[in-house]
Nanobody, 117 residues
Framework: VQLVESGGGLAQPGGSLRLSCAAS????????MTWVRQAPGKGLEWVSI???????VYADSVKGRFTISRDNANNTLSLQMNSLKPEDTALYYC????????????WGQGTQVTVSS
């Protein structure tokens, strides 16, 4: 199993970034996927979840600004981030959902998002 994130970088407040996660080594369409972030000096925070049917859930902190999506044909998970705020600054990970609720069994290496003027 391999998860490789990309698309992070520096954005201004109010700007946008699109993160991608390339998945390999498993049947991507069979698993729910999650974006999780960790801000400097803070714990892990789940950001958004998409299940195998495409249903989505968002943390209140990003609702209305972020959009999670998946492309099962290309084994790719995405996170479109709009109206970025400085508090969105974090290392963003994609993770494969585990066998129990709110658990993740494989993680990518993370991509850094920094929101600053």
């Amino acid at each position: 199993v391999q998860l490789v994130e990309s698309g992070g970088g520096l954005a201004q407040p109010g700007g946008s970034l699109r993160l991608s996660c390339a998945a390999s080594g498993f049947t991507f369409s069979n698993y729910g996927m999650t974006w999780v972030r960790q801000a400097p000096g803070k714990g892990l925070e789940w950001v958004s979840i998409i299940d195998t049917s495409g249903r989505t859930v968002y943390a209140d902190s990003v609702k209305g600004r972020f959009t999670i999506s998946r492309d099962n044909a290309n084994n790719t998970l995405s996170l479109q981030m709009n109206s970025l705020k400085p508090e969105d600054t974090a290392l963003y990970y994609c993770a494969r959902d585990g066998t129990t609720s709110w658990s993740w069994d494989y993680w990518g290496q993370g991509t850094q998002v920094t929101v600053s003027s």
